[in-house]
């Protein structure tokens, strides 16, 4: 997709602690979004435990468009656009599967899973025509594709920084998530459901750290559940919000696990509930080293443009349209812990399921968000909460209070970067 119009300046509307109404809604800027984010940089595509056979493939996306992510018969994977070289059409209209090669079923061309085109359907009517190569009519594929902990990233950009650059400090964060597996590894096996909310898809990015909001859009789920998480969010806490640079932000909640020192208080439960998981940890990793990790819990970390992983699932945000965005979420399931990845499935269930009590909340605030976002007065919205009080850690990222617009600053610094270059 090229941008044929001068491409709007973002320059007037990206302030350090404000932004214009107009980045919500604007569908020119969008487009300019997805030349110079989406089909750009490195977006998260899917887990390598997708596709654990070889020759397995799963539908995926990165903004509108599909891609099938797939593993060939020697083991590497592939990000593979979900668009026929002879007339367009989507060659892959199964969610998932194990195949060889795919048939496109409107004239029957037939692609391998690594996207080269292998024949012809009634091929005479290609004989000595020199621009039917075969080796020239292959599916588009992703350029560069890199995986960190399995978490698989494509950029559709040939060159650029390197995946371990962009993911930066945010690194720590996958490493913290997968030792909570006695076998170091996590596992996407638990399906997705989607989530479509009629607001644009920096709402939803900027939310999904917003340490503000939870106090008073998920009290319900706060009481029902009985949960301490809520007191996280308080103007009392000791939990931190982090800017990693590059986009990626957190809300880091150990302050408040370690202040605790109880293991599995991040998940809401206690040991005794969880014998086998702990047995396996301890065993894994030693008494010590165990319950250390199971004090800390797992990541509140968004990983920029589309990766939240949200201590017990992963959303992955899909842009649609300026005003239209899925998020598709499952629950985090660890390699070895077959009793706590049940009580996962649950918890993902009770909290954005189809009938869950925090996604529709949030959901909600979307929703009114873009709604509000297109009256025109005041034009700016206003993200200076806790800038006074920033500081950096001793890793030199900035971080704030828990309740701080920090993320939100972070996450507009950045796309301020990649829209003006
Ligand atoms: S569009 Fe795919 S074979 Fe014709
Ligand atoms: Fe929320």
Redesign the pocket.
């Known amino acids: 997709m090229s941008i044929t119009q001068a491409a709007p300046d973002v320059s007037g509307l990206i302030q350090t602690n404000r932004v214009h109404g107009s980045v919500y809604t604007d569908e020119a800027l969008f487009q300019v979004e997805l030349e110079r984010i989406w089909y750009r940089g490195w977006v998260y595509v899917g887990h390598e435990s997708e596709v654990p056979q070889k020759n397995d493939f799963v539908m995926k996306s990165i903004g509108p468009q599909s891609v099938i992510m797939t593993r060939d018969n020697t083991g590497h994977i592939h990000l593979l656009q979900n668009r026929?070289s002879?007339?367009?059409?989507q060659?892959c209209v199964r969610e998932q599967g194990n195949a060889r090669a795919f048939t496109?079923p409107?004239?029957?061309?037939t692609f391998s899973n690594t996207g080269d085109l292998i024949g012809f359907a009634f091929p005479d009517g290609y004989r000595d025509n020199p621009e039917a190569d075969k080796k020239n009519l292959g599916l588009g594929t992703l350029p560069r594709v890199a995986s960190y902990h399995g978490f698989v990233f494509g950029s559709f950009a040939a060159e650029g920084v390197s995946l371990k650059e962009h993911l930066g400090g945010a690194a720590e964060t996958l490493d913290r998530l997968v030792r909570t597996s006695p076998e170091g590894e996590v596992e996407i096996t638990a399906g997705f459901l989607k989530h479509r909310a009629k607001a644009n898809w920096k709402f939803i990015l900027e939310n999904e750290c917003d340490g503000y909001h939870p106090a008073f859009v998920h009290s319900s789920i706060f009481s029902v559940a009985d949960s301490a998480i809520g007191t996280y969010y308080g103007d009392k806490s000791t939990a931190l919000t982090r800017d990693f640079g590059h986009g990626h932000t957190e809300v880091d909640l150990r302050p408040e696990f370690r202040k605790a020192d109880t293991p599995m208080r991040w998940f809401g439960t206690t040991e005794d509930r969880l014998p086998d998981y702990v047995a396996a940890m301890k065993a894994a990793y030693g008494d010590d080293k165990a319950r250390e990790i199971m004090i800390d819990g797992t990541p509140h970390v968004m990983i920029f443009p589309n990766l939240f992983i949200a201590e017990i699932q992963i959303f992955v945000i899909q842009p649609i349209s300026v005003d239209e965005t899925i998020q598709h979420v499952t629950a985090l399931q660890f390699k070895g812990a077959p009793d706590l990845n049940r009580r996962l499935r649950q918890q993902t269930m009770g909290s954005v399921g189809p009938a869950g009590l925090l996604l529709a909340d949030d959901t909600e605030m979307y929703e009114r968000n873009q709604r509000g976002a297109e009256s025109l007065t005041p034009q700016w919205v206003f993200l200076g909460r806790g800038e006074q009080r920033e500081r950096r850690d001793e890793d030199g990222y900035v971080v704030g209070h828990s309740t701080d617009e920090v993320p939100s600053r972070g996450i507009w610094r950045h796309y301020a970067e990649l829209m003006g270059a």
């Open positions: 026929c002879h007339r367009g059409n060659v496109c409107y004239h029957s061309w």
